[in-house]
């Protein structure tokens, strides 16, 4: 593999992203998964995971504005923002829902609003720095099959 300057910037830019805690092992294991008859496969991926996930993130919106909350329609919505979240290895977004998911076994409603603005906020983060990863990978051309993090 030509080792240019491009592919050396992608490679330090995953890194960063495992060394970060925006992304884990579930990540690599995707990676795996891509080959020559897949090359896009991580990317479309995470494609749909946005696409689902701004689904759910109105959906959350949307109980979280009702009173009383139904905690127990807020978790079935952030069991499957938290299952879509670790599907693709997105180690802190993953972490937040989990919280919330904590604050709704408990019933604190003001807990779930606050942890929620969290959750949005590391799902915009890790949207742009992926959005820019996956941009900067394909600039790059083909690299070679994944490898795990150092």
């Known amino acids: 593999m030509e080792n240019s300057p491009l592919q050396r910037q992608v490679a330090y ?15 690599v294991q995707l990676e795996e998964l891509q080959d020559d ?6 990317e479309e991926v995470v494609t749909l995971f946005f696409k689902d996930s701004a689904r759910l ?5 949307q109980a979280l504005e009702k009173r009383p909350l139904d905690f127990s329609k807020l978790d079935t919505y952030m069991h499957q923002f938290k299952g879509s979240s670790s599907s693709i290895g997105a180690h802190k977004l993953k972490n937040e829902c989990s919280l919330f998911k904590e604050y709704c076994e408990i019933g604190h409603g003001e807990g779930c609003i606050k942890t929620f603005q969290m959750v949005k906020k590391e799902h915009a983060i890790l949207r742009k720095k992926l959005e820019t990863y996956f941009q900067l990978v394909r600039q790059a051309g083909p690299i070679e099959t994944a490898t795990r993090p150092k």
């Open 13 to 27: 830019m995953r890194k960063c992203l495992f060394e970060q805690g925006f992304l884990d092992e579930q990540f």
């Open 57 to 61: 993130v109105v959906n959350i919106e």
């Open 37 to 42: 008859v897949n090359p896009n496969f991580v």
